[in-house]
């Protein structure tokens, strides 16, 4: 249950994000992830200082995976918002690579969870839970990018399957952001 | 508004280094922020080249001439603030952090979304140093969660202050 619900709150904090920034623009949405940022990491430093929250601690206990850092999620989310604002080519690719990283990301985990075929290259991951992802993400972007969003969350979805030791958070941002000048 | 990036801005950011230094000893995760660090002096030039973007003061006497995209000041405050979070020495990096990034939009050396992407290419990279570490073996995961690691603490810490009441 706690998966579901904080890949739930995923997609919907995501293509909150990504609509946002299509209506506020480049400058605009940079200016409000970074408040949320700032925010966040206040928010992070007074929860390790052991302040208590009702809404707050609620959020935590209910979606919270087993970490070191409370909220750490939320925050690499934002973080990977700020990387495909800033370094994708236009604000309407880098509100695509949001949507197919929060529907895509969240789709791959809440049908791969059930999945049975796992990939050769990853062991982690199902073939179920990629080809959700491309699905959903495809389903998302394809809106704001035409056919190109196809070709997008194709790759999109091959990185989130690769066995990177680095944060899937920033890794799809950054790829997405690299396309932007490909595609 | 005239560009100053001379004297004043100078002489602060030598302030803020100098305090910064004694608030990275009570700080941990010194290693990660150091790789974070090279991280960033290799890919901001970098960056900054490929976007190509103006900085705000551009025409001003004394404006940089590199690129403005991301801002590199913001970049190197804002790892430290990322790698000093649980740690008494977040609240001196993060303060100063916001003073670099203000100051930068302040003295017209970037706009405010240039210090927003400098902030989240530093905390950004932080976190890849540290999983970077941990993938080499060089630092241990804490797989501990963040309240019984704060349950553990606090308790030391009544002992130890129980300890020097008994002993005077």
């Given at each position: 249950m706690g998966e579901t619900l904080r890949k739930l709150f995923h997609i919907t904090f995501g293509a909150i994000i990504a609509i946002s920034i299509y209506f506020l623009g480049r400058d605009g949405g940079l200016a409000a992830l970074l408040a949320m940022l700032l925010a966040g990491m206040v928010l992070i430093q007074w929860k390790l200082s052991g302040f208590e929250e009702k809404v707050i601690d609620f959020f935590l206990s209910r979606?919270?995976?087993?970490?070191?850092?409370?909220g750490i999620g939320a925050l690499m989310f934002l973080l990977g918002a700020i990387l495909a604002l800033s370094f994708s080519k236009t604000e309407v690719f880098a509100a695509s690579v949001l949507l197919v990283f929060a529907l895509g990301d969240g789709a791959s985990t809440l049908v791969g969870l059930k999945g049975n075929h796992r990939i050769f290259y990853n062991k982690k991951k199902t073939w179920e839970g990629t080809i959700a992802f491309f699905f959903a993400a495809s389903a998302a972007s394809v809106f704001f990018l035409g056919p190109a969003a196809l070709l997008l969350s194709l790759i999109l979805a091959f990185v989130e399957s690769l066995p990177i030791p680095i944060d899937d958070n920033f890794t799809i941002p950054i790829a997405g952001a690299i396309l932007s000048y490909i595609l | 508004m005239e560009f100053a990036t001379g004297a004043s801005s100078a002489e602060m950011y030598f302030v803020l280094a100098c305090f910064g230094f004694v608030a990275l000893l009570f700080s941990q995760n010194r290693k990660a922020m150091f790789i974070a660090v090279i991280l960033a002096t290799v890919s901001i030039p970098v960056l900054k080249n490929t976007l190509n973007e103006d900085r705000?003061?551009?025409?001003?006497?004394?404006?940089?001439d590199d690129a403005g995209m991301p801002s590199g000041h913001s970049t190197l405050a804002f790892i430290f603030a990322a790698g000093s979070l649980g740690s008494p020495a977040f609240w001196f990096f993060f303060p100063a952090s916001i003073l670099v990034g203000f100051s930068r939009t302040y003295w017209g050396a970037h706009s405010l979304s240039q210090v927003a992407a400098g902030a989240g290419l530093g905390i950004a990279l932080f976190f890849i140093s540290q999983e970077l570490l941990i993938f080499l073996g060089e630092v241990k995961r804490q797989r501990t969660h963040w309240k019984v690691k704060r349950f553990v603490k606090m308790k030391r810490l009544a002992a130890r202050r129980k300890q020097v009441k008994k002993h005077g």
């Open positions: 979606m919270e995976r087993r970490v070191t850092i409370p | 705000p003061c551009i025409g001003w006497a004394s404006c940089p």
